[in-house]
C-alpha cells in the first residue's frame, strides 16, 4: 500500500531542478500585479499548500483569486509565465469553467424565482 511518504519519495523522481526558479523569474519580468497573483500561486508550490501565518496565508489566497479580476490579456500573459508550453489550453479551459460557472448560476437563478 502507498504511504504518503512512498508517494512524495516517487513525486520527487519527476521534479525539474531549477524549474521553481526559472519560473519566479519568469514572473519578475511581469508587470507587478501579474507578477504578485503568480508568485502567490508559486510560493504554495514551494512551501507546501498552507501558510503558518494566517495574515500571510489570507493575502496569499486573496492574490490567487484575484485572477478573476485580470482582463483576458493580463491572464493570457499569467499563464503563459506559469505554463508556457500549455498557456493556450489552461486559457481555454479557464474560460470553459467559468462558462460552466456562469451557466449553473443562471440555472440557480431561474429554479429560485420559480
Known amino acids: 500500500m502507498l504511504t504518503p511518504e512512498g508517494a512524495k519519495r516517487a513525486l520527487e523522481t519527476f521534479k525539474v531542478q ?9 514572473l519578475h519580468n511581469e508587470p507587478a500585479e501579474i507578477a504578485a497573483i503568480g508568485l502567490a500561486f508559486l510560493q504554495g508550490t514551494r512551501d507546501g499548500f498552507r501558510e503558518a501565518n494566517v495574515d500571510a496565508e489570507h493575502q496569499r489566497l486573496q492574490l490567487r483569486c484575484s485572477i478573476d479580476s485580470l482582463d483576458a490579456g493580463a491572464r493570457a500573459r499569467l499563464l503563459q509565465a506559469l505554463f508556457p508550453p500549455i498557456a493556450k489550453a489552461v486559457e481555454a479551459s479557464w474560460e470553459m469553467q467559468c462558462s460552466i460557472n456562469r451557466d449553473e448560476r443562471l440555472t440557480q437563478t431561474d429554479v429560485q424565482q420559480s
Open 18 to 26: 531549477g524549474e521553481a526558479d526559472e519560473l519566479e523569474q519568469r
